[in-house]
């Protein structure tokens, strides 16, 4: 059986086939367990997991049936066209692995086994040494600040007032409420959050602060 079960010259052997799709598997799992691994935001997606395993499976068919067949590959070209993805990704580091889930597929579609493996191995390393060591984090505390207020709140006033302690503030968004509760939001950059803490308590009554929050900005927010 030197052909094993291929029935045209063109068309690829089933041992192949199934060696590829366990190997196109395997890659995908590894890509999407170091995904997982490296995750650090707060919107983990379980149908990203199951995403990033597929779509290299689903790649390496891809490349398997149109690989020497220029009319199968503008056919497949066609059919995607009519493919739209609504599902909109929210950090960018996911786009990367996608990517890679993809190339791994590509690359064992087109039966390039080393670059698949030694690619996938290289990548997820480098993706799990910057999650491991913090590479390129900006080391300043960034937190959030949510307060209420009964009176508006005299901005200028107000940020001098957390500068003279070293805090840096930025107002993000302000409005009135029906309660006729003033409600602002504010980026604050500092380096004890105790002492962001303490000086909201003691500047409280100075501005009408009824209640505070003070959220951690380490992670991506956005509003």
Do not use: C, W
Not at 19 to 45: D, P, Q, R
Not at 83 to 97: G, N, Y
Not at 120 to 126: D, F, G, K, N, R
Request: net charge neutral; proline share 1%; aromatic share 14%.
């Amino acid at each position: 059986m030197p052909n094993f079960f291929s029935f045209s010259q063109q068309e690829v052997s089933i041992a192949v086939v199934i060696f590829n799709l366990v190997f196109a598997t395997f890659l995908s799992l590894a890509i999407a367990y170091v995904h997982k691994k490296t995750h650090t935001g707060l919107s983990y997606s379980y149908s990203f997991f199951t995403t990033l395993v597929l779509i290299g499976i689903i790649a390496s068919v891809v490349l398997m049936v149109v690989q020497n067949n220029i009319y199968g590959a503008l056919g497949l070209l066609g059919a995607f066209a009519f493919i739209r993805f609504r599902t909109i990704i929210k950090e960018t580091r996911d786009i990367a692995f996608l990517f890679l889930s993809l190339a791994e597929g590509v690359a064992v579609g087109l039966n390039q086994y080393a670059v698949a493996l030694l690619s996938t191995a290289a990548i997820s390393l480098v993706a799990y040494l910057l999650f491991r060591f913090n590479l390129g984090y900006f080391t300043q505390n960034n937190y959030i600040l949510l307060l209420n207020s009964t009176s508006p709140i005299e901005q200028d006033a107000f940020t001098n007032r957390l500068r003279e302690n070293k805090i840096s503030v930025m107002l993000l968004n302000s409005k009135k409420r029906q309660d006729q509760m003033f409600e602002y939001t504010f980026r604050v950059t500092g380096k004890d959050v105790t002492l962001l803490h303490d000086t909201i308590n003691e500047i409280s009554s100075l501005y009408s602060i009824k209640e505070f929050d003070i959220i951690s900005g380490k992670e991506s927010i956005e509003y």
